[in-house]
Structures are given as structure tokens and as C-alpha cells.
């Protein structure tokens, strides 16, 4: 069974700091991983997805990568600011067409401090 | 990326009476709708994976009584929370799952804040 863990649980930094948020998963059998922000009280806003067959995806001061044998994703916020300060999760999808759904980890909680 | 809705936002209702939350994909068809909750400070906990025109899979733990799910079309899927408690007060996500032409992405509605008095 697909275990999806997210390191660390919370993190604070000041407003211009680089940061890496860690995702790993135990199967490294799968198809997709993404990466989500959610804000307190929404839903969740797909940031990054990255296929099976990729090394990393990039969206503005976003970058992900994916490393499949290791079971590890990171994601790097370049040049913070207080409006990244949200919940970040990341979901890995273990098969493309099936009904197996995305296996969340429990997120980091990230606050950037002007 | 492909829009999927959930109406309505937020609900409040009296303890025993029953509440409809519909979920649409609007640009996209999905075959595979799941419906996921989430208690404050909590990741999401998958409550049942909806395939259209079959019935529904449930996760351990759910009462599939309780929580009636109804994937009516490609772009619809109902969850009906029956004889509501104050338990089941919570957040509603659902989300839709698109084809190949969209990665199989899963993508998410707003969510539904639940409150029973």
C-alpha cells in the first residue's frame, strides 16, 4: 500500500528565502506526482505535475523533480513571499487509467514572514 | 487546467435532516469521480471512488449508507450525507479524474464546508 510521507509538517521563513519542501512515497510504482497548495478553509490548487517519465517540472519560481527509485519528490520555492504561506501537499498516483486515487501525504504547512 | 465544481460551498443544517453536495466537471468528461473529507488540520481522507453508471467503492470505515453517492452522468456526481450529526460536520472535496488527453490528471472542486448543529 502506497505511503506517502511529507517533510517537514510546518515551516517558517523569512520573506526572500529559498526553500526545498521533501515528499517521499514507499511504491515507487507510479504514474504521476503532484504538488497542491491549499489555502486555509479552500480547496486544493494543483501546482506541478510531474509524469512517471520525467525528472522535474517548472512553473514560475516554482521547481519540482522527481527522482523514482529513491521514492522522492522535492519541491523548490525560489525568492518566498508571505503569499506562498499556504499548506502544501503532494498526491503520487499509482495508476493511470484505473480507480486507484491520488495517496495524499499530510502536507507542509509553510509560513513566510515579511 | 479543467475546472471542476462543487455546490454548494458552505451548508448548514440541523442535526437528522439530509444535505446533497453535487460535484461537475465543466470543461471535461470523468469517468472516475472520488470524494474526499478533511478535518481541520487534517490531510484528505478518501471516502469513496465513483465510477458513471456503476455503484460506488468505499473506503473502509464509510458508511456507504450514510454516504450516498450517485454518479449520474460524465460530468456529475452527487454525495448525500443522510441523517446528518454534528460528526459529520467537515470539509467535502471531490475531485474528477480526466482522461488521456489530460495526463489522467486528478483535478479538485472547492470544497464544501459542512457544518451540523
Known amino acids: 500500500k502506497q505511503e506517502v510521507t511529507q517533510i517537514p509538517a510546518a515551516l517558517s521563513v523569512p520573506e526572500g528565502e529559498n526553500l526545498v519542501l521533501n515528499c517521499s512515497f514507499t511504491d515507487s510504482a507510479i504514474y504521476n506526482l503532484q504538488w497542491f497548495r491549499q489555502d486555509p478553509g479552500k480547496g486544493l490548487t494543483s501546482l506541478l505535475l510531474?509524469?512517471?517519465?520525467?525528472r522535474e517540472q517548472t512553473s514560475g519560481r516554482l521547481n519540482a523533480s522527481l527522482d523514482k527509485s529513491s521514492g522522492r519528490s522535492t519541491l523548490y520555492i525560489a525568492a518566498s513571499q508571505p503569499g506562498d504561506s499556504a499548506t502544501y501537499l503532494c498526491?503520487?498516483?499509482?495508476?493511470?487509467?484505473?480507480?486507484?486515487?491520488?495517496?495524499f501525504g499530510k502536507g507542509t504547512r509553510l509560513s513566510v514572514i515579511a | 487546467g479543467a475546472v471542476v465544481s462543487q455546490h454548494p460551498s458552505r451548508v448548514i443544517c440541523k442535526s437528522g435532516t439530509s444535505v446533497k453536495i453535487e460535484c461537475r466537471s465543466l470543461d471535461f468528461q470523468a469517468t472516475t469521480m472520488f470524494w474526499y473529507r478533511q478535518f481541520p488540520k487534517q490531510s484528505l481522507m478518501l471516502m469513496a471512488t465513483s465510477n458513471e453508471g456503476s455503484k460506488a467503492t468505499y473506503e473502509q470505515g464509510v458508511e456507504k449508507d450514510k454516504f450516498l453517492i450517485n454518479h449520474a452522468s460524465l460530468t456529475l456526481s452527487t454525495l448525500t450525507v443522510t441523517s446528518a450529526h454534528p460528526e459529520d460536520s467537515s470539509f467535502y472535496i471531490c475531485?474528477?479524474?480526466?482522461?488521456?488527453?489530460?495526463?489522467?490528471?486528478?483535478?479538485f472542486g472547492p470544497g464544501t464546508r459542512l457544518t451540523v448543529t
Open positions: 510531474i509524469q512517471s517519465s520525467q
Open positions: 498526491a503520487a498516483a499509482h495508476w493511470a487509467s484505473g480507480n486507484t486515487p491520488l495517496v
Open positions: 475531485s474528477a479524474r480526466a482522461g488521456e488527453g489530460h495526463r489522467y490528471e486528478q483535478y
